[in-house]
């Protein structure tokens, strides 16, 4: 256990519904991260935040997808109008970066098939 | 674009080294990472080494990393089933991973 949690763990939708998916990051961790892993590849990089700033988005990230973390704590990721293509592991990491570097945590990710 | 290359598996036997390749194309790259995922889980963080090193050694893994020719590397001592799993590089400036390399130690 990291201490980062992500909720739900798993999900099932159907196409074109609405998912929402939270991540709780380790207390102290300024910067919160969201990645899309599928089957066989390593973790493609969505978006990041610095506190409640979204500092960058991946030309991965399409408009349906929208990520917020209002309060620079907990973290929320929505896929609008969901497409097969979507399913995946969602993945959210942590870190807190200064003068001497950063270390990513990674939570246990939620798993999203769409059908 | 800019990527990261690993090979994909790995075999070794219980007690020999394992030494896992990954290449990478981004020279501006501050940090460089090995991430452990097992089946069902979470990634885990083994070890990074900063780019002005060229050697870090913790327990059983040591990295080296060849700056020059972009290469990075992780050495498993004395390798156990235990980890058996798929390794991760990954340079986090550009938020960067490979595809892993999927590491199977025999008994």
């Known amino acids: 256990d990291t201490g980062v949690s992500q909720d739900p763990r798993h999900k099932i939708t159907k196409r074109g519904q609405n998912v929402t998916f939270r991540c709780d990051p380790i207390?102290?961790?300024?910067?919160l991260y969201w990645y899309r892993q599928t089957l066989g590849q390593g973790p493609e990089f969505l978006t990041y935040?610095?506190?409640?700033?979204?500092?960058?988005k991946s030309r991965l990230l399409s408009d349906r997808f929208s990520a917020e973390r209002p309060k620079g704590s907990f973290s929320t990721l929505e896929i609008q109008r969901t497409e097969q293509g979507d399913s995946a592991m969602y993945l959210c990491?942590?870190?807190?970066?200064?003068?001497?570097?950063?270390?990513?945590?990674f939570g246990p990710g939620t798993r999203l098939l769409v059908l | 674009g800019e990527d990261v290359e690993q090979s994909l598996f790995l075999s070794v036997r219980e007690g020999d080294s394992s030494v896992i390749n990954c290449t990478y194309t981004?020279?501006?790259?501050?940090?460089l990472y090995w991430y452990k995922q097992e089946p069902g889980a979470g990634l885990q963080l083994l070890t990074y080494?900063?780019?002005?090193?060229d050697m870090k050694q913790d327990q059983r893994l040591t990295v080296l990393l060849n700056k020059k020719d972009k290469h990075l590397s992780l050495r498993i001592a004395d390798t156990q089933t235990g980890d058996s799993a798929i390794y991760f590089c990954?340079?986090?400036?550009?938020?960067?991973f490979g595809a892993g390399t999927r590491l199977t130690v025999k008994p």
């Open positions: 990491a942590s870190s807190y970066r200064d003068s001497s570097g950063e270390t990513q945590y």
């Open positions: 207390s102290e961790h300024n910067r």
């Open positions: 935040f610095q506190n409640e700033a979204q500092l960058e």
């Open positions: 981004d020279s501006s790259s501050t940090y």
């Open positions: 080494i900063f780019s002005n090193m």
């Open positions: 990954a340079e986090t400036d550009d938020m960067r």
